[in-house]
């Protein structure tokens, strides 16, 4: 089976750059996503990227895949105490969302 | 209207118990899933629905039985849970295009 990789935790002053990774290991992956979750919460869609790109950037949110390592990040600029919350990013088998470990980002003053 | 709906929020309920959960979309999308997320973990797929007709089952017990009425709504039938179901069930709803839209959960507790 796949297996979708993520640093578990990750602490960040408030107004600096986070950047959460992710390694995935089904090179046949066509979308990669990035969700966000908060205590108590659903799954929150942020972005996603197709295979064929190398980079996609919407407002605070830029990602990187670099497809020959299989690994994927997830860039916040100017982050926020409201960003605090767990992330995962996802790869897309067929029509299954295989989700990573998932990451959670502290965010203090 | 760009949500999905799921019902109820909390469920608590007996082995011996039958319940539902619902999970209504208006979007038009027509796949749906079940996921379940234990505490601290991942969601995990438990079924899809494409065009109302079930095409995965990952091999989930029958204590859980997924229905699919109409093109909108999505349920999952409960029937004597054991303690470690106990879960956050999270329903999805895709469109042709590529991404999946979360319903907040129900959180159940079975006890």
């Known amino acids: 089976g796949e297996d979708v990789e993520q640093s578990l935790f990750l602490s960040v002053r408030e107004g600096d750059s986070s950047v959460i990774n992710c390694t995935y290991t089904d090179s046949s992956s066509t979308y990669l996503y990035w969700y966000k979750q908060e205590p108590g919460a659903g799954l929150q869609l942020l972005t996603y990227?197709?295979?064929?790109?190398d980079m996609k950037q919407d407002q605070r949110l830029t990602v990187l895949l670099n497809k020959k390592d299989k690994h994927l990040s997830l860039r916040i600029a100017d982050t926020q105490t409201g960003d605090s919350a767990i992330y995962f990013c996802?790869?897309?088998?067929?029509?299954?969302?295989?989700f990573g470990t998932g990451t959670r980002l502290q965010v203090f003053p | 209207d760009t949500e999905v709906t799921q019902t109820p929020k909390h469920l608590v309920m007996g082995m011996t118990n039958k319940k539902s959960l619902k999970c209504e979309q208006h979007?038009?999308?027509?796949?749906m899933y079940w996921y379940k997320q234990k505490a601290k973990k991942p969601p995990e797929l438990m079924f899809v629905?494409?065009?109302?007709?079930?095409?995965i089952n990952e091999s989930v017990p029958s204590r859980f039985s997924p229905e699919c009425p109409n093109s909108s709504l999505l349920n999952l039938h409960l029937h004597a849970l054991q303690p470690e179901d106990s879960a956050l069930y999270l329903c999805?709803?895709?469109?042709?295009?590529?991404?999946?839209?979360f319903g907040s959960g129900t959180r159940l507790t079975v006890v």
């Open positions: 996802a790869e897309r088998d067929t029509d299954k969302l295989i």
């Open positions: 979007m038009g999308h027509r796949a």
């Open positions: 999805a709803s895709r469109d042709s295009g590529d991404g999946y839209t």
């Open positions: 629905y494409s065009y109302e007709k079930l095409s």
């Open positions: 990227i197709f295979s064929n790109m």
